[in-house]
């Protein structure tokens, strides 16, 4: 078994408390608009990168104004709510980042565009801890499209059966097991992980504080 070299997170459900701010930021969207944001419609764009969601969002709610206008007004109300809140950091997930930073390469490997990861990093202190930052946007297909994880081992030089993955989703970890990653489901109580998550992941774990790579079983 090749050994741990780096840890890979996703951000939102992972780090941030901040899948349940998109849903709240596309449902406020859709009400502007007339229409209603469901649970269906967040389960059918979870992962999605920023061209994948905006096309889905302008088809599921049969709207007449531009992509361009769905993606700029969903990810403005995100950055708003970063500005206005700050991050709502997921338990000890600054000093968990800072304590394995001193033992493993480490990435952040998100759906979320480039302008929202910076804001939450930034805003968590965090930027300086992470050798990568991969976004769905910089690569053809968000999750369960192994693209971003791939894109971010390539930027830490580190090959991909040494990369541990940290996810929340169902897409998450079908994206890393993809990528032909280790990956620990860490669910997450404000939107929980799809059926088949647990099964699909390689570890799972309560939460983000117990994350120990040398700690978890070899798989």
């Known amino acids: 078994m090749t050994p741990i070299r780096a840890v890979l997170f996703d951000l939102d459900g992972v780090l941030v408390d901040t899948e349940i701010w998109w849903d709240e930021v596309r449902i406020a969207f ?20 920023t061209r994948e969601w905006r096309a889905l969002m302008r088809q599921r709610l049969d709207l007449a104004v531009t992509e361009a206008e769905i993606e700029r ?28 930073a001193g033992r ?11 302008q929202v990861v910076e804001a939450a990093l930034e805003g968590m202190g965090l ?28 930027r830490l030089g580190i090959e991909p059966a ?5 996810e929340d989703s169902l897409n998450g970890v079908l994206a890393a097991r993809a990528a032909a990653m280790r990956v620990v489901l860490i669910p997450n109580a404000s939107i929980p992980p799809a059926p088949g ?12 504080d117990d994350l120990d ?3 978890l079983p070899q798989a």
Do not use: H
């Not at 859709?30 to 990168?49: F, T, V």
């Not at 493993?104 to 480039?114: E, K």
């Not at 998550?197 to 983000?208: D, G, H, I, N, Q």
């Open 30 to 49: 859709a009400a502007s608009q007339g229409r209603s944001w469901s649970e269906e419609d967040r389960a059918a764009i979870m992962g999605s990168n």
């Open 73 to 100: 007004a969903v990810i403005d109300g995100m950055l708003s709510r970063y500005a206005k809140e700050g991050p709502p950091v997921i338990g000890e997930a600054v000093s968990v980042v800072r304590r394995l």
């Open 104 to 114: 493993y390469f480490l990435a952040v490997a998100s759906s979320a565009p480039p």
């Open 127 to 154: 930027r300086d801890a992470f050798g990568a930052v991969a976004s769905s946007d910089e690569v053809p297909t968000g999750k369960p499209s192994p693209d971003v994880y791939l894109l971010a081992a390539r």
């Open 162 to 166: 040494a990369c541990l993955v940290v």
């Open 197 to 208: 998550s647990r099964e699909a992941a390689t570890y799972e774990l309560a939460s983000l």
């Open 213 to 215: 790579p040398e700690r």
